[in-house]
Structures are given as structure tokens and as C-alpha cells.
């Protein structure tokens, strides 16, 4: 089962090297690396260019010759992938020596999976052990894990986004399904939400990759508690954002061959817009609103349960005096370019494309 390795690049030069060698160094190795640089200044470049002499794999470098951001240079590296599985990989993770053989036992054992994805461990710079695992940072729970493999993985997705694009694994059949991936959001809820409703999505647990934390990151794991970095994402603005991405997948997967999309996905996507839609909108005097909400049980269902009422009570401004994104005309958010980050875990770590 040939593999595709899309690894997308931007500034990478400190930590790039050891991620090409832990790729070289694979028990399984890939059928080719696809490397996509998003405009590096640094010597990103001449590293990659150095590997490739050597490697024991093709590796093709594509230049943007634009800053495109991590989500479009993702679709980039994804459209070129050749492969029958395509593995996205962050440019300063190392990962462990069996983790292509791993993901292809997994696909192999799961012919119905469109995807596999597993743990990472947390790591500082120096890649020294944090103490914890993304599952952990994320709350993906074994109650949550379970439920995923009792085939509700979108139900899961809705509430928390916790497949992390640095391990997520996917068919490549189903790239006319993924692509092209909105701006509204990110490549990884994207994809893993599309997939999640037309196939299994395989679930590992143990760590394959280690999952760097740096002073450079884009979106950093290990550096504050949940609720100060779930604060943080919501005064960026990200409601408005996550509408429109959760509308463009629902509108996507409608046109999708008939048959393929289980009713109840578009049946749950349309409740989760509903519900990032009340939270948009909040009156005001919002406290009667946001405890029936709460009480019908959506918050827990379609946010981060009683974390995310008491933010909308306490923090968030009614409706439009709202720090979230701008609401365009109809009163519908409008879509706006967002600062790459990854739901659940403080903006710091990634880069655009890393």
C-alpha cells in the first residue's frame, strides 16, 4: 500500500531535518515525500534540497510562490500526493520509526476506514517528554475514544476537534471529497469531519509522533491550562469562522454522490451550525438563553459543554457589539482570513503550513 507523505513547510529550518530523518528512518518507508515550502525565508529551502540528494524515496518540492497560509498549502501538498494513503506531517515533529507501519496495518486490518490517526507525545524543544499526550491535552477521553469506535465519530468531532492533522492518516480516494479545503477553517477539522461522515475513522492510541513545543510555535500544547487557551481563541474571533466552515462541509457533503453521506451527519452538521449560530447571536440579557441551551444539552453535544456556557456568560459581548468576526449583510457572519491555530491548544504553535 503505497503512502504519500504531504509535509508542508514555512521558516522550518531549526527542526526540519530531524522530521526528514525520522520520515527516512520509517520501518515502512513512503512511496514519496511531497514537500510544499509556503514562501520560506530561511534556509527551509536548502535543507530539503540537501535530503532529497539522499533519501531513500523520491521527494518532490513544490514552492509556493505566495504566502497561501497552513490550510491552502495543506490542499496544495494534497492534490500532489500520488499515493493511495496520504500521511500529513508538520514540519518540526519527529516521528516514531513504526508509525507508517503501524497506520498501514491499521488501514489494511479496516478496509471500510477512510482514515487512521493516533497519539502524539508531548515534547519540548529539545524533544524531552512533557509529561502527557496530545489525547490528553485535547480530552480525548476513553469514553470518547469509545465512541468512536462505535462509529460516532462525528458526534464527537462536533464537540471536540481532537484529530490533530500532525497524525492524522487518510484513503486517497477520498481527495475529491476533502478538496478544495474552505479558508474559513482548518485542514484537519475539515477533513477528518468530511471523513468522519462517509467512513470509520480508525483511532490509535498509542504515540507515534512527538509533537514538538517550541517558543515558535503556532499552536502550542503544554504552555497554558485549556480554559485560559479556549478564552483565547474565542476573543479571536473564531465563532463566525467555525459557521461558515461548518456550512461549507454541510453544503459539501450534499454534493456528494448519492448514497455515500449518512443523513445523520448532515442532520448533526446542521444542529452544530444552529448552535454556533445562538452563540454568535447572544441578546443581551442572555443568561435565561444560554441555561436553556445548556439544559437542553446542545452546549455539551456542540461546544465544550459548561467551559463554553460559563465563557458565553461570562466573557462573551451580546450580539452586535461582539468582538467575534464581522456579521455580513443578512446577519450572517462573513468569512475571514484566521490566524492558523488548532482547536483546543494555544495559538503559538504553527507557522503557516508547519
Not at 510544499?36 to 524515496?57: M, N
Not at 508531548?122 to 512533557?130: F, K, N, Q, S
Not at 442572555?286 to 453535544?301: P, Q
Request: net charge positive; with cysteine; glycine share 10%.
Amino acid at each position: 500500500m503505497d503512502v504519500s507523505v504531504a509535509l508542508c513547510t514555512f521558516r522550518g529550518e531549526r527542526f526540519l531535518a530531524a522530521q526528514l530523518e525520522s520520515i527516512a528512518a520509517q520501518t515502512v518507508l513512503p512511496a514519496e515525500v511531497v514537500v510544499c515550502d509556503d514562501g520560506s525565508t530561511d534556509g527551509t529551502v536548502d535543507i530539503v534540497a540537501r535530503f532529497t540528494a539522499d533519501a531513500p524515496f523520491p521527494v518532490r518540492l513544490h514552492a509556493n510562490p505566495e504566502n497561501l497560509g497552513v490550510t491552502a498549502n495543506f490542499a496544495g501538498a494534497i492534490a500532489r500526493c500520488r499515493g493511495a494513503i496520504i500521511a500529513l506531517a508538520d514540519q518540526d515533529d519527529v516521528w516514531a520509526p513504526e508509525k507508517l507501519e503501524r497506520l498501514v496495518a491499521a488501514f489494511e486490518d479496516h478496509p471500510e476506514a477512510g482514515a487512521v490517526f493516533s497519539d502524539a507525545e508531548l515534547v519540548d524543544e529539545a524533544l524531552r517528554p512533557l509529561g502527557r499526550t496530545l489525547f490528553h491535552a485535547t480530552g480525548f477521553t476513553a469514553g470518547r475514544r469509545r465512541r468512536f469506535a462505535a462509529g460516532h465519530a462525528l458526534d464527537v468531532l462536533v464537540a471536540r476537534p481532537v484529530v490533530c492533522g500532525a497524525t492524522l492518516t487518510f484513503r486517497s480516494s477520498f481527495r475529491d471529497l476533502v478538496l478544495p479545503i474552505p479558508g474559513t477553517g482548518l485542514h484537519d477539522i475539515w477533513i477528518a469531519g468530511l471523513l468522519a461522515s462517509v467512513s470509520e475513522i480508525v483511532v490509535l492510541p498509542e504515540p507515534l509522533v512527538r509533537y514538538r513545543q517550541h517558543g515558535a510555535n503556532q499552536v502550542g500544547a503544554a504552555s497554558r491550562g485549556l480554559r485560559a487557551k479556549l478564552a483565547t481563541r474565542r476573543r479571536q474571533g473564531v465563532l463566525g469562522d467555525e459557521i461558515a466552515h461548518y456550512r461549507a462541509m454541510a453544503e459539501r457533503l450534499r454534493r456528494a454522490p448519492a448514497g455515500r453521506v449518512d443523513p445523520h451527519a448532515l442532520r448533526l452538521l446542521g444542529r452544530k451550525v444552529e448552535h454556533l449560530e445562538f452563540r454568535y447571536g447572544l441578546p443581551r440579557h442572555r443568561v435565561g438563553a444560554v441555561l436553556a441551551e445548556l439544559l437542553r444539552g446542545r452546549y455539551h453535544r456542540y461546544s465544550r459543554g459548561l467551559e463554553s456556557a460559563g465563557y458565553d456568560l461570562l466573557f462573551r459581548r451580546a450580539s452586535g457589539t461582539s468582538s467575534e468576526a464581522p456579521v455580513a449583510a443578512g446577519g450572517r457572519p462573513a468569512p475571514r482570513r484566521r490566524r492558523p491555530g488548532w482547536p483546543g491548544l494555544a495559538p503559538g504553535r504553527r507557522g503557516p503550513g508547519g
